[in-house]
């Protein structure tokens, strides 16, 4: 007779395609997983915490630090949802720049996910060609707010640098650029046959478990719902630009790395756009007080992020620090329905599915 | 194998483009002017108003001020200043809230040390970092 046993595996928290400091306690009999545990908190900073603490300025810097690869929608976040308690209206200049970084910001971490997502499937290059080219997104970002990865550019009521002289030049010449790199990365990897031997059919779920899970962003879309918060409850100035929603009907794995990557060519078509409609003048910042008070009370926004549905909510009692502050993190929603995935998948799966989610530690453990 | 192929090409055509790495830390590192490096402080300009300590959101400047030397002027110069850099995230609030520039950013950025001491930067070493100031330091 031969006898069997389950085996109990670690993996992480420091694992190279973990992403960070993710840890997952896996039951594996053979190689096939039956039970999946994902272990987290490492990364746990008290982010909302310690904004209890601090005034709203203070705040903005902290929240660079949740989601790092797109630091500028968090920025936003915060800043919305401040602006949306004291009734403050933004100058259009400022709003522009924003949407440019931001959007900016959501190819250079799509380009991240690409890169990191097949580099998790064993293949070097596609991840130095993403570096190469997301470098261009920060070097601008660099230019703009002074920093790679922490900008802390947004604040509220505005933003506190103006563009320099030839940034949207450079912007706008970016924009063709990236559209020919993106060509290449198809060749390169869209129709490599062992990649799609690893991600088709792998990881797939189901429109009403998304929607179950609370999954958003391109885990959502990936499955087909049309669902971004940028169409369908516009903030900022979304409003004004001609872009689509992209979807997948498949929901695996191969369907979210599409979403990514044409989520690209969308946000390329907004920063085309909003080079063409910059407004030549005007203020940046709008009229605030020295120090921010939020009015008593409560507000909740939430806005499209890379990875999702951002959402911040802000208790005031009127002081200048918040009574309470909480963040809906995208990745840390997105990440609760890896336990159902992996069940019954091989082993070997597991990296492509867990990459495919597109997680930032950062965010999940807040 | 079609999908190979065209990949490999891919790859092959980039054996002619130009490199884009840089020669760090051979060459030094080409950086915006608002690149948010290392502070660099101004003795003589600060008015000890306290503000850069109160905005800060980690809490690490340190500050202490002392009467004028000269008895017929007001207001206070500064005794103390550090910054202990094993926790400043170089946030940039620091400078955006100084009434009279006496705490600028650099372009430095090289803290790396062996030891966590280190990291604490007096008052005399801030003003000896004058290389690389930022030229525009409000919007
Ligand atoms: S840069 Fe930020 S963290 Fe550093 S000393 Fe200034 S305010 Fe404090
Ligand atoms: S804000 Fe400027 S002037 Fe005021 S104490 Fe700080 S360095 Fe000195």
């Given at each position: 007779m031969i006898r069997t046993e389950e085996m109990l595996l670690n993996v992480g928290p420091q694992h190279p395609s973990t992403h960070g400091v993710f840890r997952l306690v896996v039951k594996i009999d053979g190689e096939i997983i039956t039970e999946a545990t994902p272990v987290i908190g490492y990364l746990h900073r008290g982010t909302e915490k310690l904004a209890e603490n601090l005034q709203y300025t203070q705040i903005i810097p902290y929240t660079d630090r949740m989601d790092y690869l797109s630091a500028m929608t968090n920025n936003y976040v915060i800043c919305h949802a401040v602006e949306t308690m004291m009734g403050i209206q933004v100058p259009e200049r400022a709003d522009f720049l924003r949407v440019m970084a931001m959007e900016l910001g959501r190819i250079a971490s799509h380009l991240v996910a690409w890169g990191t997502y097949i580099l998790d499937l064993g293949a070097t290059s596609p991840f130095i060609y993403a570096f190469r080219d997301r470098e261009m997104i920060i070097n601008m970002l660099n230019e703009l707010s002074g920093a790679r990865l922490t900008f802390n550019y947004m604040r509220v009521g505005g933003v506190k640098w103006d563009a320099p002289e030839g940034w949207v030049d450079g912007v706008r010449e970016f924009v063709p650029y990236l559209r020919e790199q993106l060509k290449g990365y198809h060749n390169l990897v869209s129709g490599n046959e062992i990649f799609l031997d690893r991600v088709k059919g792998v990881g797939v779920y189901s429109k009403e478990d998304a929607i179950n899970y609370?999954?958003?962003?391109?885990?959502?879309?990936?499955?087909?719902?049309?669902?971004?918060?940028?169409?369908?409850?516009?903030y900022s100035i979304y409003d004004r630009f001609d872009f689509n929603i992209v979807t997948r009907d498949e929901g695996d794995c191969l369907a979210?790395?599409?979403?990514?990557?044409?989520?690209?060519?969308?946000s390329l078509k907004i920063l085309e756009q909003a080079c063409e409609q910059f407004p030549a003048e005007g203020e940046i910042m709008a009229k605030v007080p020295k120090i921010i008070k939020a009015p008593k009370g409560e507000a909740f926004v939430r806005i499209e992020s890379p990875r999702g549905e951002i959402g911040c909510y802000i208790s005031s009692d009127g002081k200048k620090e918040p009574y309470r502050l909480k963040f809906r993190r995208p990745s840390f929603y997105n990440l609760q329905i890896l336990p159902k995935l992996l069940v019954g998948e091989n082993i070997a799966n597991l990296i492509a599915i867990l990459g495919a989610v597109d997680i930032v530690l950062g965010e999940v453990d807040g | 194998m079609l999908g190979f192929t065209k990949g490999l090409k891919y790859t092959l055509k980039q054996l002619t483009k130009e490199k884009v790495t840089y020669n760090y830390p051979d060459e030094p590192l080409p950086l915006p002017?608002?690149?948010?490096?290392?502070?660099?402080?101004?003795?003589?300009?600060?008015?000890?108003?306290?503000?850069?300590?109160?905005?800060?959101p980690t809490e690490c400047i340190n500050l202490t001020g002392k009467k004028h030397p000269d008895p017929t002027k007001k207001g206070k110069i500064i005794d103390t200043y550090d910054i202990n850099f094993e926790i400043c995230i170089l946030c940039d609030l620091c400078t955006e809230v100084c009434p009279t520039e006496a705490i600028v950013m650099t372009n430095n950025f090289e803290l790396a040390s062996y030891s966590r001491d280190m990291l604490f930067k007096n008052l005399e070493w801030l003003d000896e970092n004058d290389e690389n100031v930022r030229q525009v330091n409000k919007p």
């Open positions: 609370s999954l958003s962003g391109p885990n959502l879309r990936s499955t087909g719902v049309k669902w971004d918060l940028r169409k369908d409850e516009p979210r790395y599409h979403v990514r990557l044409e989520e690209i060519e969308e | 002017d608002r690149f948010r490096g290392i502070q660099k402080f101004y003795p003589e300009k600060c008015i000890v108003c306290n503000q850069c300590m109160n905005i800060c």
